[in-house]
């Protein structure tokens, strides 16, 4: 491609000098006709000023024709033959002079007709170089007549002359094939920069679209957080009012309970819907791909909505399939999830319909509704972080805006296409297209990790004061065993305190990932490892939404908690890295018992 786009300059060049071309020819030729007239016969000075000026004319009128209509590939290659061929006539006619101005008793003319030819010959690198045969073909056209003058000679003055000609035209030659060398190169890269130029504009484009999307984020983000966080205050603060009035109300009390934990909801589903966000473009989402049963799947999804269905009065209908597709099950479920809430949410009316067709190999799994429709110059911003456009005033029951972001994500980590059409006010529909599969793999039996869950030791280490209390508080109360610290410095010396007393074993060390000094919880965990001997089984608790943060913490080969965390959520967190911790130990107890 870029080779083609080199050769299309090249001939562009060449006919860009045909005018400087027609200027000297022009001019050479009224100088030649001025001085050989008189002493040359008009009969052949005439027809041979009038085969120039026709050839001039005829250069003109095709340049002309070159630059003012479209251009081919197959056509440029024509073009710069036929730019060839006007030089090999032109050389003809220009090397046709030391036969007509051949002058016996007059020397001095013929010396001047060969020294203009010598200049025509060396001026025709600049001009022809674009396209070697053009050049080589005019060399030689004017030089042929002009040795097959030479050879007329008698004597060594023809000799002599026939060997500076040789000589002038390799030199020639030699210099033309430079010249190429050099144009092509030079075009090569002018045209390697232009592209650099345009590959720098398109990342300038982006950069600048990038910033202004982190900064729409950023603002909404803000906004959506701080509202919770703001009617979170007022709350506490209505409790303290109450309160320093003496007891609560038991039914007041409940209510503020009520209020605070749905507003504690509302705050926990934009952390985790931008912690969804952040770890998809963090890289850090590991992608299990295995068979996935459309039919169960679509089952499960109709009991789900149904409710939200009955709720809005709308009809909802799913059609059943016997599909199977090569994909993440979970995955998948939040892609579907996401497309159907958002189809319930913006229908008032009407219907929501779930479904699938076969796409040759493929399947395409698509969501109807009967809602607002997305106008055609909206359908690529709908994909993008907190845009809502049938909710400006960012009602949270409307949800937050992220939930489509979170789709395209998700479907480019699969590589599955996503595709939305969309008609306003009838309807949208979103579609995601996956690989289809013929066997079908048997299910995996329920994960029984969490169950059976026993007291241990554990080790706590958080630098804020009250998350490190209200952590030691909920897990005391679970009948867990407890060192606790705001670093591994304090936690081993809480520890050492209960060892001197009694056996103090520690099953399981919790760290916040972000600690004071720069220390991180990776570097706690592995500290008080060492600290005790052995290698403990860790958590690693985050509130950090960097991508790469996560990518670090992740790394760590540590399970992960992003905060904020439910109770239920860190008991279930804990009993499944003790289960695992377990199973490890007993796996390595069998084989020893082998080998023994």
Same mark, same amino acid.
């Given at each position: 491609?870029?080779?083609?786009?080199?050769?299309?300059?090249?001939?562009?060049?060449?006919?860009?000098?045909?005018?400087?071309?027609?200027?000297?020819?022009?001019?050479?030729?009224?100088?030649?006709?001025?001085?050989?007239?008189?002493?040359?016969?008009?009969?052949?000075?005439?027809?041979?000023?009038?085969?120039?000026?026709?050839?001039?004319?005829?250069?003109?009128?095709?340049?002309?024709?070159?630059?003012?209509?479209?251009?081919?590939?197959?056509?440029?290659?024509?073009?710069?033959?036929?730019?060839?061929?006007?030089?090999?006539?032109?050389?003809?006619?220009?090397?046709?002079?030391?036969?007509?101005?051949?002058?016996?008793?007059?020397?001095?003319?013929?010396?001047?007709?060969?020294?203009?030819?010598?200049?025509?010959?060396?001026?025709?690198?600049?001009?022809?170089?674009?396209?070697?045969?053009?050049?080589?073909?005019?060399?030689?056209?004017?030089?042929?007549?002009?040795?097959?003058?030479?050879?007329?000679?008698?004597?060594?003055?023809?000799?002599?002359?026939?060997?500076?000609?040789?000589?002038?035209?390799?030199?020639?030659?030699?210099?033309?094939?430079?010249?190429?060398?050099?144009?092509?190169?030079?075009?090569?890269?002018?045209?390697?920069?232009?592209?650099?130029?345009?590959?720098?504009?398109?990342?300038?484009?982006?950069?600048?679209?990038?910033?202004?999307?982190?900064?729409?984020?950023?603002?909404?983000?803000?906004?959506?957080?701080?509202?919770?966080?703001?009617?979170?205050?007022?709350?506490?603060?209505?409790?303290?009012?109450?309160?320093?009035?003496?007891?609560?109300?038991?039914?007041?009390?409940?209510?503020?309970?009520?209020?605070?934990?749905?507003?504690?909801?509302?705050?926990?589903?934009?952390?985790?819907?931008?912690?969804?966000?952040?770890?998809?473009?963090?890289?850090?989402?590991?992608?299990?791909?295995?068979?996935?049963?459309?039919?169960?799947?679509?089952?499960?999804?109709?009991?789900?909505?149904?409710?939200?269905?009955?709720?809005?009065?709308?009809?909802?209908?799913?059609?059943?399939?016997?599909?199977?597709?090569?994909?993440?099950?979970?995955?998948?479920?939040?892609?579907?999830?996401?497309? @159907?809430? $958002?189809?319930? !949410?913006?229908?008032?009316? #009407?219907?929501? /319909?779930?479904?699938?067709?076969? +796409?040759? &190999? =493929?399947?395409?799994?698509?969501?109807?509704?009967?809602?607002?429709?997305?106008?055609?110059?909206?359908?690529?911003?709908?994909?993008?972080?907190?845009?809502? @456009?049938? $909710?400006?005033? !960012?009602?949270?029951?409307? #949800?937050?805006? /992220?939930?489509?972001?979170?789709? +395209?994500? &998700? =479907?480019?980590?699969?590589?599955?296409?996503?595709?939305?059409?969309?008609?306003?006010?009838?309807?949208?529909?979103?579609?995601?297209?996956?690989?289809?599969?013929?066997?079908?793999?048997?299910?995996?039996?329920?994960?029984?990790?969490?169950?059976?869950?026993?007291?241990?030791?554990?080790?706590?280490?958080?630098?804020?004061?009250?998350?490190?209390?209200?952590?030691?508080?909920?897990?005391?109360?679970?009948?867990?065993?407890?060192?606790?610290?705001?670093?591994?410095?304090?936690?081993?010396?809480?520890?050492?305190?209960?060892?001197?007393?009694?056996?103090?074993?520690?099953?399981?060390?919790?760290?916040?990932?972000?600690?004071?000094?720069?220390?991180?919880?990776?570097?706690?965990?592995?500290?008080?490892?060492?600290?005790?001997?052995?290698?403990?089984?860790?958590?690693?608790?985050?509130?950090?939404?960097?991508?790469?943060?996560?990518?670090?913490?992740?790394?760590?080969?540590?399970?992960?908690?992003?905060?904020?965390?439910?109770?239920?959520?860190?008991?279930?967190?804990?009993?499944?890295?003790?289960?695992?911790?377990?199973?490890?130990?007993?796996?390595?107890?069998?084989?020893?018992?082998?080998?023994?």
């Amino acid at each position: 491609m870029q080779e083609d786009k080199i050769q299309e300059a090249l001939i562009e060049h060449l006919y860009r000098n045909a005018y400087g071309i027609v200027i000297s020819n022009v001019t050479i030729s009224l100088g030649i006709i001025y001085v050989l007239y008189g002493s040359v016969p008009t009969n052949w000075l005439v027809p041979w000023a009038i085969a120039v000026y026709a050839l001039i004319a005829a250069r003109v009128l095709a340049a002309r024709h070159f630059w003012k209509h479209p251009r081919t590939p197959g056509s440029l290659r024509r073009w710069a033959w036929a730019a060839a061929g006007f030089s090999w006539i032109s050389g003809l006619l220009w090397g046709s002079l030391t036969w007509i101005g051949f002058v016996p008793d007059q020397p001095h003319l013929f010396a001047f007709i060969v020294a203009i030819l010598a200049g025509l010959v060396s001026g025709t690198i600049p001009s022809l170089s674009a396209f070697p045969p053009a050049l080589i073909g005019s060399i030689f056209a004017t030089t042929i007549p002009v040795a097959a003058r030479f050879t007329t000679m008698p004597g060594a003055i023809g000799d002599a002359y026939l060997f500076l000609l040789a000589c002038l035209i390799a030199i020639n030659i030699y210099y033309g094939r430079i010249a190429y060398r050099m144009l092509h190169e030079m075009i090569r890269l002018r045209l390697e920069n232009v592209g650099l130029i345009d590959h720098l504009q398109e990342e300038r484009d982006r950069a600048q679209t990038a910033d202004r999307a982190k900064t729409r984020f950023l603002a909404a983000a803000s906004h959506d957080l701080r509202q919770p966080i703001h009617a979170l205050g007022l709350l506490i603060s209505t409790l303290s009012v109450l309160g320093r009035r003496g007891d609560v109300p038991s039914g007041e009390a409940r209510s503020l309970a009520s209020s605070a934990k749905a507003i504690v909801g509302n705050l926990s589903g934009l952390l985790n819907a931008l912690l969804d966000i952040s770890k998809l473009d963090a890289g850090v989402v590991t992608v299990a791909r295995e068979n996935v049963d459309l039919g169960e799947l679509f089952r499960n999804l109709n009991d789900e909505f149904a409710a939200s269905a009955r709720a809005k009065g709308l009809s909802w209908r799913v059609v059943e399939t016997s599909a199977h597709v090569d994909t993440d099950p979970m995955m998948l479920k939040r892609i579907l999830d996401n497309l @159907l809430t $958002n189809a319930f !949410r913006y229908t008032n009316s #009407g219907s929501v /319909l779930l479904g699938c067709r076969r +796409r040759g &190999t =493929a399947v395409e799994i698509q969501v109807w509704d009967s809602g607002f429709g997305i106008p055609e110059e909206q359908k690529a911003a709908v994909f993008e972080e907190f845009v809502q @456009l049938h $909710n400006p005033a !960012r009602d949270k029951a409307q #949800g937050l805006g /992220l939930g489509l972001a979170i789709v +395209r994500r &998700t =479907a480019e980590l699969l590589g599955h296409p996503l595709k939305l059409v969309s008609v306003p006010d009838r309807g949208s529909m979103f579609s995601v297209t996956l690989p289809s599969i013929h066997v079908i793999a048997p299910a995996l039996p329920p994960s029984n990790a969490t169950q059976g869950q026993t007291a241990a030791s554990l080790m706590i280490v958080d630098d804020e004061r009250d998350v490190l209390d209200a952590m030691v508080r909920l897990l005391t109360l679970e009948g867990h065993r407890i060192y606790a610290g705001q670093s591994a410095a304090e936690v081993k010396a809480v520890h050492s305190a209960a060892a001197r007393k009694d056996s103090a074993p520690v099953d399981l060390i919790v760290a916040d990932y972000r600690l004071k000094d720069n220390a991180t919880g990776v570097e706690a965990i592995k500290t008080l490892s060492a600290y005790l001997g052995r290698t403990v089984p860790g958590i690693i608790v985050t509130g950090d939404t960097s991508p790469s943060r996560i990518r670090e913490a992740t790394a760590s080969g540590f399970r992960i908690l992003h905060k904020p965390i439910s109770g239920d959520g860190l008991k279930e967190a804990i009993a499944a890295v003790l289960a695992a911790d377990r199973r490890e130990r007993d796996a390595i107890g069998g084989i020893g018992e082998q080998s023994g």
